[in-house]
């Protein structure tokens, strides 16, 4: 459900195919007019540089289904966090990710390859017929291989969006058990809520435990003074302190949802927040690098009165 455009990599077996060679595309990578996704599949250059990392691993995904010599490919970790819509904290990798059964190839410049057995029930078909690990696994499977926040931004995630509850997650953790980074997945598992509706929403409920704050109510209702009734990302003491976690793409999303300009978002949110400024005492904002550096969203809390109740603790990232 990407709302960026998806990229149809150029494939030389196509090409081969209607022309008899696929020299020309061997020769546009070489004059920088196209990008070498994986061996035998390219794009123009215009077309990668006007996407994300998660749509140039989408289209990574396909190249690689395209090669495969026979049956479906097992798409795990980033792969399948990218067609399952799963954010990613950090770089996304260059090449597919697939899983093989014990003895199976090894990875190489198009692919990394995993050997691991893996139970059918954690495996899912998806409508395009991409054969992915289920929602937990992969969100297990980047708790336990990338960074901490990730683990986090991951569980909150399913638990937000897809409705996951957490001891479904406990319980695949216990089911799994051992495995390489298996504490680390369960400590990002609790730690994750279920109220978190983007990876700065996640940040920034990890940052406040990681200053010793309080923890805030999140998606906490309000009436505003235009009688509307609207839902606020952070509150505490019962909606007196009220915050609002700001990126980008939060306008640049619901703008296009709408139909609107962002200039109208903007606009629209200005109205909401002049609603909702004279329910409460304090109202802040703070962005992903506030969060991510920690200090200056110390001190909004601070300025705001958000009961510190503990020690800080070391940033998680």
Not at 205 to 211: A, E, Y
């Amino acid at each position: 459900d990407r709302r960026m455009p998806r990229i149809t990599p150029m494939l030389a077996s196509d090409r081969f195919a209607s022309t008899g060679s696929s020299h020309a595309l061997d020769a546009g990578a070489r004059r920088g007019a196209l990008v070498r996704i994986r061996h035998g599949a390219y794009a123009t250059v215009d077309e990668w540089g006007a996407v994300d990392p998660g749509t140039r691993m989408l289209a990574a995904i396909d190249a690689t289904r395209s090669a495969a010599r026979t049956g479906e490919p097992v798409f795990a970790y980033e792969s399948a966090a990218a067609k399952h819509g799963i954010p990613l904290i950090g770089a996304w990798p260059s090449r597919a990710h697939v899983i093989t059964a014990h003895g199976g190839a090894t990875s190489n410049a198009s692919v990394i390859r995993t050997r691991r057995m893996t139970p059918r029930e954690s495996l899912v078909v998806l409508g395009d017929g991409a054969v992915v690990t289920s929602l937990i696994t992969t969100a297990i499977d980047l708790a336990a291989t990338r960074t901490p926040l990730g683990g986090i931004v991951a569980f909150d995630h399913l638990r937000f969006h897809h409705g996951v509850d957490i001891d479904e997650i406990m319980a695949e953790l216990r089911r799994r058990r051992p495995f390489p980074g298996v504490r680390q997945a369960e400590t990002a598992a609790r730690r994750s809520t279920a109220r978190s509706a983007t990876p700065a929403e996640s940040l920034a409920v990890t940052r406040i435990r990681d200053l010793g704050y309080a923890k805030p109510v999140q998606q906490f209702g309000v009436t505003g003074i235009d009688g509307n009734d609207y839902e606020v990302d952070l509150s505490w003491r019962g909606g007196r302190i009220l915050a609002e976690i700001d990126g980008r793409s939060k306008y640049e999303i619901a703008a296009a949802e709408r139909g609107v300009t962002v200039t109208d978002r903007l606009w629209a949110e200005k109205h909401r927040e002049d609603a909702i400024r004279p329910t409460c005492d304090r109202f802040f904002r703070a962005v992903w690098n506030d969060l991510w550096l920690g200090h200056v969203f110390d001190r909004a809390l601070t300025a705001a009165g958000v009961p510190r109740i503990a020690r800080r603790r070391a940033l998680t990232f």
